[in-house]
């Protein structure tokens, strides 16, 4: 993993803790209506996101797979116009959560992914192996680190409305 994609995720994680920290457990787990999700759920589907990317990540490695896969745009992941459906995977608890549970869940994520990016010792093999993406198709696996954090700071945005929503009632 370079420098720059390790910077990202650590700055993008960084933001998404300061926006959360300081929130009531109400206001956490607010939801507009049934439609919509709290700041927890999105907190949690990020968890999950992560979790997946990572074993994503260490599938690909281990994966014999000669063809290199030509880098995506990803940028319009940002766009918070065009509404995105999780897949079912990454849907979130229905539950409520306290702001540190989801702390603790981010961190030990975030753990997760890092120890198998450990486990590379040449970064290039990130951008010549690839694993399936459900939305997106084969990327190759640096840019799946990629994607975890632009979809972080989609939903960072995301977070910054729906306290404003919370804010105005």
Not at 107 to 126: C, F, G, H, Q
Request: overall charge neutral.
């Amino acid at each position: 993993m370079s420098k720059i994609e390790n910077d990202n995720l650590n700055e993008t994680r960084k933001r998404l803790v300061n926006e959360i920290t300081f929130l009531s457990y109400d206001k956490f787990n607010y939801r507009n209506d049934i439609n919509t999700w709290s700041i927890a759920q999105v907190c949690h589907h990020l968890v999950l996101v992560e979790k997946a990317s990572a074993h994503a990540i260490a599938f690909g490695l281990n994966r014999i797979n000669g063809n290199k896969k030509e880098r995506k745009e990803l940028q319009f992941v940002l766009d918070r116009t065009k509404k995105l459906e999780a897949p079912e995977i990454v849907y979130p608890d229905v539950v409520p959560f306290e702001v540190q549970q989801i702390i603790d869940l981010l961190n030990y994520s975030r753990v997760k992914l890092m120890a198998v990016l450990s486990t590379v010792e040449d970064t290039e093999i990130l951008t010549e192996k690839s694993a399936k993406h459900p939305r997106y198709g084969e990327l190759p696996l640096n840019q799946w680190i990629e994607l975890l954090y632009l979809h972080e700071q989609r939903h960072i945005e995301q977070i910054k409305e729906i306290k404003i929503l919370i804010n105005g009632n």
